[in-house]
């Protein structure tokens, strides 16, 4: 049997081919159509924007949907104006959450990876913690491995020669792929890590199909 790519992070979730988690922003959580695998979180760029507390209240709703599958993207960025103080609270109102329901974390992190790394040091959560877009330097990507956190490489990652030695610095059993909100395809995504990572392509899809099955379970396989 041909086993499907898996797209761990999408903002349009439109490929048959693949396995897809779509991207749900709180906020738009009531009037989504949601009848394929999903995730959702209070992003730190919206804080100010949206009711924080409602959306808070809206994703632990809809965490016990089962095609709900991990909580985010959520996270910390310190480029923003946003107060760090409140982006702190609502991840950890979020990371509660997660605890909750048992389900992982798609994060979004810019510049505040040991602010996350004592988030999950405080948190002692045994849940995975998956870093989306990732791009982090080769200290930071060491750091993050010791911390047991998975890792979603997008176009970003991929298309910058200077980063690969990072992509593969990654151990392949806490990796993922993903399109994010970019043009290039999941296929394509694919292709480019295996020229990176220098493997063949089925072998690139085994290891993050057996990935997702160990975090997700195998009901979308």
Same mark, same amino acid.
């Given at each position: ?9 999408? &903002? ?18 009531? *009037? ?63 990371? @509660? ?34 870093? &989306? ?21 997008? @176009? ?23 399109? *994010? *909100? ?40």
């Amino acid at each position: 049997m041909i086993m499907k790519i898996i797209d761990i992070h999408t &903002h349009r979730a439109n490929d048959a081919l693949s396995i897809q988690i779509l991207n749900v922003f709180a906020q738009n959580l009531p *009037d989504a159509e949601l009848n394929s695998p999903f995730s959702a979180g209070l992003h730190p760029w919206d804080i100010d924007l949206v009711n924080p507390e409602e959306c808070i209240k809206t994703i632990e709703r809809f965490a016990a949907q089962k095609n709900m599958l991990a909580i985010g993207e959520c996270g910390l960025d310190r480029i923003i104006s946003m107060d760090f103080a409140l982006q702190e609270r609502y991840f950890r109102q979020q990371i @509660e959450i997660a605890e909750k329901f048992r389900k992982p974390l798609i994060i979004h992190c810019v510049r505040a990876y040991s602010d996350l790394m004592k988030f999950k040091k405080a948190s002692k959560s045994d849940l995975p913690w998956i870093i &989306h877009g990732y791009a982090g330097n080769l200290d930071i990507t060491q750091s993050l491995i010791r911390h047991n956190f998975y890792f979603s490489a997008g @176009e970003r990652l991929l298309k910058d020669s200077r980063k690969h030695d990072v992509l593969r610095a990654i151990p392949p059993d806490r990796l993922f792929l993903e399109t *994010d *909100d970019g043009d290039t395809s999941i296929a394509e995504i694919y292709s480019l890590a295996a020229q990176v990572l220098n493997i063949d392509q089925e072998t690139l899809t085994q290891f993050i199909t057996d990935n997702f099955k160990r975090i997700f379970g195998n009901v979308y396989l």
